[in-house]
């Protein structure tokens, strides 16, 4: 075990799928001499140079449409868009092309491109640069969209996404980009089909992805101090969804609490809420109670920041509230 | 063969396949009019010049996107016709399977990528297709076929840029064939001489007359070897005419008849003939011929499709995902 940081694990995913694959390079924003919008890639310009670490103009649409591009000349571009509100200038390529190419060919034409998209609040960066889109993405069909929210996932999930014959979204939380942990030294590809449960328990289901997972997790914490028992379940994987593994922690707990830091309407919560109620509603001996994101952009100070994002306490409440 | 001898052969060659083009064209709006073909269909009766010069100045390991005017690039670029009209019936012998239809044809044997119906969406796929011929050093070339109406789009510009910044061998064709739907470009562009535009990005850029197969194919010939060479991106601004409507749904109330009339006297296919057989090249007789090989070709597509099978419901959800075997 070695104490590292997010970053720093997906510096090395980075690194280690640049050097064992010569078709791999990474392109984007800032992304080499200035070593990354979030220092994620420092260093790698020096290390391998700027066929491979390729910084690119302001021009999303064109930046991620030649990675898809890229990807279908034979190479594994892995693009990085600074941050999830300005991916909405490359929407266009994500959604029409690289989601779509594959069916619309007839099967002829796989788009294997990585594309890493820092996502999330929580640093007062107001209401351009603090959503969380995932959810978003998520509906559609053709790409994978994966939500790293530990360490092991930070390290090993690119490795996974490059092996994947179709296009993989990532989507790493700007706020953990700086914290902490203890990471095992040979930690490497991990499967990007699966939730986990991050933490048993018997009372309470407690599904949370990305940014979302650590309030659930403090949340549980505090739960067990009161004689709580709640499971978390980290999603991992948004799309294609792990329906199985929360409905078989739900069929134990029988009680179910979303959180994400999405906004509630049309919201990933509200998919994990309908799947539960059409496949194990009689499971339920509570209605589901969901925390999500408060309706509003998100504003800039720290209070109102926090006050519009689940927090523990809320998590909290909505378990008590299903607990009874 | 001698020289000149090898060019009559080409010019006969380059007729072919113009009125191969014009001829599918026109079945198809008969095909059309049957409901055989449904959805959008975009033709490009009177700009197969564009379509044939530019893809005959490409070698068979070069790549191509297009737009969703596309029938001619595809048949230009040998896909078989037969694999067409078979798209467009929906059936799953059609080069996308039935899955695209007349707007999206694929061929990936062929490095043919499309098929794209977002105005200008193409047009980055392309700067990366050309981008990893570059980075694996394979000296090819990237030709990326769109309308007028695509250069006022924001992907257009950033495509151009990115690719002349990293000197990438794609050759940007532009047909300019006056009209983005029902807006003229002068209606929609503040500095209509697209090829200046194009230059001022720092990449070589030529104005073509593009109902002239020949001035196409050879502006396209020094596009490609110029790209080919490392010269970095071309830019050919093809200027061209659709003599029918935008789509089959479009009345065509906003230009006169007057204008089309002028156009259809530069009609690409005649232009050729004529100066074929005013060189004594080919005669009437020739000619006949020529149309009923190409009539005979084009019934013999349209029964092989029509004979295909559609596919069945239960594959609906294949190739949303790649099939990993
Ligand atoms: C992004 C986008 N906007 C609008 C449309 C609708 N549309 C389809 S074709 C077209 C005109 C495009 O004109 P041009 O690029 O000149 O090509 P042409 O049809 O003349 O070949 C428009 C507006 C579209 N398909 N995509
Ligand atoms: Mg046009």
């Known amino acids: ?324 | 063969m001698t020289a000149s001898l090898r060019e009559e052969k080409d010019r006969l060659e380059l007729l072919t396949e113009m009125l191969r083009i014009r001829r599918f064209e026109e079945r198809s709006v008969e095909l059309y009019s049957s409901a055989a073909i449904r959805g959008f269909l975009h033709l490009c009766i009177g700009e197969e010049a564009v379509a044939v010069g530019v893809l005959q100045a490409l070698g068979a390991d070069d790549a191509v996107v297009s737009t969703y005017r596309e029938h001619g690039h595809a048949l230009a670029r040998g896909v078989p016709m037969q694999a067409v009209f078979a798209e467009m019936f929906g059936r799953t012998t059609g080069c996308s399977r039935g899955r695209g239809g007349s707007m999206h044809l694929f061929d990936a044997s062929r490095r043919f990528y499309g098929g794209n119906a977002i105005v200008a969406g193409g047009i980055p796929v392309a700067v990366g297709l050309a981008l990893a011929d570059a980075m694996q050093r394979r000296p090819l070339v990237t030709a990326c076929l769109f309308g007028d109406g695509a250069a006022a789009e924001g992907e257009f510009h950033e495509s151009l840029n990115l690719a002349a910044l990293w000197r990438l061998p794609v050759v940007f064709c532009c047909e300019n064939n006056q009209y983005a739907m029902g807006t003229a470009l002068a209606r929609s562009h503040a500095q209509t001489d697209l090829a200046l535009r194009a230059a001022s990005y720092g990449l070589r850029s030529w104005a073509v007359d593009g109902m002239d197969v020949l001035a196409v194919r050879d502006a396209a010939r020094l596009a490609v070897d110029t790209a080919r060479a490392g010269g970095g991106p071309c830019f050919l601004e093809l200027r061209t005419y659709r003599f029918r409507a935008h789509s089959m749904y479009d009345a065509d109330r906003y230009r006169g008849k007057a204008e089309i009339a002028r156009w259809r006297e530069r009609d690409p296919v005649e232009l050729l003939a004529s100066a074929l057989v005013a060189e004594g090249v080919i005669d009437t007789a020739r000619r006949a011929a020529l149309e009923a090989e190409v009539a005979a070709e084009i019934d013999r597509a349209v029964e092989a499709a029509e004979a295909a099978s559609l596919e069945p419901v239960e594959d609906l959800t294949r190739f949303v995902r790649s099939e990993v075997s």
Not at chain 1, 119 to 135: C, D, F, N, V, Y
Request: charged letters at 20%; glycine letters at 10%; proline letters at 6%.
């Open chain 1, 1 to 324: 075990m070695s104490t590292t940081t997010y970053r720093e694990a997906f510096r090395a995913g980075l690194r280690e799928a640049l050097a064992v694959d010569d078709r791999v390079f990474l392109m984007g924003e800032d992304v080499g001499r200035y070593g990354g919008c979030f220092a994620v890639s420092q260093g790698l310009l020096e290390e391998f140079g700027e066929q491979r670490i390729r910084d690119t103009p302001l021009s999303e649409s064109a930046f991620v449409g030649a990675g898809i591009g890229a990807a279908l000349g034979g190479m594994r571009p892995i693009v990085e868009i600074m941050t999830v509100n300005f991916s909405l200038l490359a929407l266009d390529q994500i959604l029409n092309n690289a989601a779509t190419l594959l069916h619309m060919s007839g099967g002829q034409l796989g788009v294997p491109v990585v594309i890493r998209i820092p996502t999330g609040p929580g640093r007062q960066l107001a209401a351009q640069h603090s959503h969380t889109l995932e959810g978003w993405y998520a509906h559609i069909p053709g790409l994978r969209v994966v939500a790293p929210a530990t360490l092991a996932d930070a390290r090993g999930m690119l490795a996974t996404a490059l092996i994947d014959p179709d296009p993989v979204l990532i989507f790493e939380q700007i706020a953990l980009y700086g914290a902490s942990g203890e990471l095992a030294d040979d930690a490497g590809p991990v499967d990007l089909d699966h939730a986990v449960v991050r933490r048993p328990g018997s009372d309470v289901t407690l599904v949370a992805y990305g940014g979302s997972l650590a309030p659930a997790l403090a949340a549980a914490e505090e739960l067990a101090v009161d004689g709580v028992s709640a499971e978390v379940v980290d999603l991992r994987t948004l799309r294609p969804l792990d329906t199985e593994t929360v409905l078989e922690s739900v069929r134990r707990t029988h009680r179910l609490v979303v959180v994400d830091n999405g906004w509630r309407s049309g919201s990933l919560s509200a998919e994990i809420a309908a799947r539960v109620a059409e496949h194990a509603l009689y499971e339920l001996d509570a209605p589901v109670e969901r925390v999500c994101a408060v309706e509003v952009p998100i504003p800039y100070p720290r209070h109102l920041e926090e006050a519009a994002l689940p927090g523990p306490a809320d998590v909290m409440a909505a378990a008590r509230r299903a607990v009874g």
